[in-house]
């Protein structure tokens, strides 16, 4: 048996987000920035793709940047707040995704940009009340940037309480919404946002397309030079089919997201309670109440010689999972994440994540499974 637990770092590609795209990998394959008929239609289905994933958000479709991914949407936003909008502070946490606690640290090293790290406690909830303190501390111009919730632990962030902060003090306010975005409703608007970023490969659709809201008061200027496309702020032939399929993800996602939000939270309700009956010593890492990533689950499991080795044997099993985020899976060093919990390093971290897609036959696979590694 096949089970993929490891919907955080990517999900399968939805059939009717295929078929969406298809026409665009065949008969509709003009380039967007010609006069012509085949250039036309690419570009009326990419406007009607930013109108889409702009009223999803509550926001001007002027105000959606089409990119390759969060990451760069990220990267934009960080480096650019520095270089064109003024900011000469950054407060971020210090359980970022890497994509932001490297552009931050480049800030810092590279642009003289001053940094500073608002406290978190054991679960990854963020402490206002320091956040306020460095909010005040200083007269520079500031950008905050916080993830929406945490990729590895799901801990979920009141962005609307950030928000309100960031608007009393006059900072600017980035965040980072991969793992929610098409998961949870998000209105820029009641967030008091300026800038959020997503990817399509997180809710069923595409890889290497993604998306930047920019608050039209606070517009940065090109990442990538070259042509004039995304209106002069992202420059290269656009990927027309990566687009429509992100906006034919995220519909879809947006029209089902009470039911599958609560068929997969009754999946991982459920892996919860047999994690619990059949171990001992189990903990979680991050929030596993209403504050969490209905998506996310991470299993904390005592230290042993077994435990050390189990995300190798459940690969072998046909179990996909994670020890952390995807995007560090390549390296040496454990988890920036639970580190910064100040958890007992010794204990073996283990993130299980969920789609529509995943059952409770496949939930009791994995216990089973579990059950005969430890």
């Known amino acids: 048996m ?7 770092a990517t999900t399968p590609l939805d059939e009717d987000v295929l078929t969406a795209m298809m026409p665009y990998l065949k008969e509709h394959f003009g380039n967007p920035s010609t006069q012509y008929s085949y250039g036309r ?34 990267n934009m936003v960080i480096k650019g707040a520095v270089n064109y909008l003024g900011v000469e502070r950054i407060i971020t946490s210090p ?22 790290f608002v406290k978190i406690d054991d679960k990854g909830n963020i402490d206002f ?10 007269s520079k111009k500031t950008l905050v940037s916080l993830m929406h919730a945490n990729n590895e632990i799901g801990t979920l962030l009141d962005a609307e309480r950030v928000g309100a902060l960031c608007k009393k003090y006059n900072a600017l306010f980035h965040s980072d919404t991969v793992q ?11 967030m008091n946002v300026d800038f959020i970023s997503g990817a399509a490969h997180k809710f069923h659709g595409p890889k290497g397309i993604g998306f930047l809201y920019m608050r039209k008061q ?11 496309q995304e209106r002069g702020f992202r420059a290269g032939t656009e990927n027309v089919y990566g687009i429509v399929g992100m906006a034919a993800a995220a519909k879809k996602a947006y029209d089902n997201l009470e039911n599958d939000k609560a068929y997969i939270l009754g999946l991982k309700n459920y892996f919860i309670q047999q994690l619990q009956a059949n171990f001992q010593d189990i903990d979680f890492n991050g929030n596993i109440d209403e504050n ?18 189990l995300l190798f044997m459940l690969d072998i099993d046909g179990i996909c999972c994670s020890g952390g985020s995807a995007c560090g899976s390549g390296a040496s060093a454990g988890s920036h994440v639970i580190s910064a919990l100040a958890k007992d390093e010794n204990r073996v971290s283990i993130r299980f994540s969920f789609s529509k897609h995943n059952t409770k036959e496949e939930v009791d696979y994995v216990i089973s499974k579990i059950k005969e590694k430890l």
């Open 218 to 228: 606070h517009k940065l200027q090109a990442y990538i030079h070259g042509g004039g």
């Open 180 to 190: 929610t975005f098409a998961h949870f409703p998000i209105d820029v608007q009641k």
């Open 292 to 309: 969490s990533l209905f998506t996310v689950l991470n299993v904390s499991f005592p230290p042993s010689d077994k435990a050390a080795l």
């Open 41 to 74: 239609d690419t570009r009326a289905a990419i406007e009607e793709a930013r109108k889409e994933i702009a009223q999803l958000i509550n926001a001007q479709a002027s105000e959606v940047i089409f990119t390759s991914g969060a990451t760069e949407s990220n």
């Open 129 to 138: 009340d320091d956040l306020e303190t460095l909010l005040q501390s200083s």
């Open 2 to 8: 096949k089970v993929y637990f490891d919907n955080a």
């Open 95 to 116: 359980i970022e995704h890497h994509c932001v606690e490297y552009s931050v640290d480049f800030c810092r090293d590279h642009l003289q940009v001053e940094t500073a």
